[in-house]
């Protein structure tokens, strides 16, 4: 996580600096563009989410529209990518006085847990100059109402321990979905001269349910709705493709 986050900030330092030198342009009037978004993030998980799924990374892509009023409205996708999964109880029932798994051959089974899952959200936000001496570079508040889903996947040796193999599986995976909420603050430095790029906070809320019917290793079925929360940094590059071509404000082509 400290590298993620030193090249986060070597990251931010440079869209700043790349701001030092607008593109002159005669008057002040906004284009009708898209913006195309991929990037990467680091997210920490809270709450019940938190528990199971301590930290993750994501890929969040998006196409954006924004207006010469430069509101923007957009969809976005994000997948979640956890290697540190909490297994505490998951496969309770099976795992034997060892506490492994056995193989039909009697052997302990080799099992790597992941987190995986991806949100989609549609979005809407509203971009503000910082200030008149970098017009390339806008900080945007967005918000989005979408849907989450998240599992645990589990990746071992096929053919040998059926009793987590196949529809079993489905059994340990705590499949989870639900209705999404998400807030944005985001630096954006937009110059279609040189590169284009994005970097933020993102934070989310998602109100959800087990979808499975019966979990295997606890015996019961999740009862209720869930609160799973999760904060974190992104950043990445943009591509601007303006719509219509009109007066322009500096540096945002």
Same mark, same amino acid.
């Given at each position: 996580?400290?590298?993620?986050?030193?090249?986060?900030?070597?990251?931010?330092?440079?869209?700043?600096?790349?701001?030092?030198?607008?593109?002159?342009?005669?008057?002040?009037?906004?284009?009708?563009?898209?913006?195309?978004?991929?990037?990467?993030?680091?997210?920490?998980?809270?709450?019940?989410?938190?528990?199971?799924?301590?930290?993750?990374?994501?890929?969040?892509?998006?196409?954006?529209?924004?207006?010469?009023?430069?509101?923007?409205?957009?969809?976005?996708?994000?997948?979640?990518?956890?290697?540190?999964? &909490?297994?505490?109880?998951?496969?309770?029932?099976?795992?034997?006085?060892?506490?492994?798994?056995?193989?039909?051959?009697?052997?302990?089974?080799?099992?790597?847990?992941?987190?995986?899952?991806?949100? =989609?959200?549609?979005?809407?936000?509203?971009?503000?100059?910082?200030?008149?001496?970098?017009?390339?570079?806008?900080? *945007?508040?967005?918000?989005?109402?979408?849907?989450? *889903?998240?599992?645990?996947?589990?990746?071992?040796?096929?053919?040998?321990?059926? *009793?987590?193999?196949?529809?079993? *599986?489905?059994?340990?995976?705590?499949?989870?979905?639900?209705?999404? =909420?998400?807030?944005?603050?985001? =630096?954006?430095?937009?110059?279609?001269?040189?590169?284009?790029?994005?970097?933020?906070?993102?934070?989310?809320?998602?109100?959800?349910?087990?979808?499975?019917?019966?979990?295997?290793?606890?015996? &019961?079925?999740?009862?209720?709705?869930?609160?799973?929360?999760?904060?974190?940094?992104?950043?990445?590059?943009?591509?601007?493709?303006?719509?219509?071509?009109?007066?322009?404000?500096?540096?945002?082509?």
């Amino acid at each position: 996580m400290f590298r993620f986050l030193v090249i986060f900030a070597a990251f931010l330092h440079q869209c700043i600096l790349m701001a030092q030198k607008p593109v002159p342009a005669p008057a002040t009037k906004s284009e009708t563009m898209i913006l195309l978004k991929v990037g990467g993030g680091f997210y920490k998980s809270a709450g019940i989410l938190g528990q199971r799924y301590p930290h993750f990374a994501g890929i969040p892509v998006a196409a954006y529209l924004k207006t010469s009023s430069n509101l923007t409205f957009g969809i976005d996708f994000m997948n979640f990518l956890g290697s540190k999964v &909490n297994t505490t109880g998951l496969l309770q029932g099976i795992n034997g006085s060892s506490g492994n798994v056995l193989d039909q051959n009697g052997f302990p089974t080799v099992i790597r847990y992941y987190m995986r899952g991806y949100t =989609l959200t549609g979005t809407a936000g509203k971009l503000f100059k910082v200030n008149n001496k970098n017009p390339q570079l806008k900080l *945007q508040t967005q918000f989005g109402l979408g849907f989450m *889903q998240h599992k645990t996947r589990m990746q071992l040796d096929a053919g040998r321990s059926p *009793q987590v193999e196949g529809e079993y *599986q489905e059994g340990y995976d705590r499949l989870t979905n639900g209705l999404q =909420l998400t807030q944005t603050l985001r =630096l954006h430095y937009v110059n279609t001269e040189t590169l284009s790029v994005f970097a933020g906070v993102d934070l989310s809320q998602g109100f959800t349910r087990n979808q499975r019917n019966w979990d295997y290793g606890f015996g &019961n079925r999740e009862p209720g709705r869930r609160l799973d929360t999760y904060f974190g940094i992104s950043a990445g590059i943009l591509i601007p493709i303006t719509l219509r071509s009109s007066t322009r404000e500096p540096g945002y082509m």
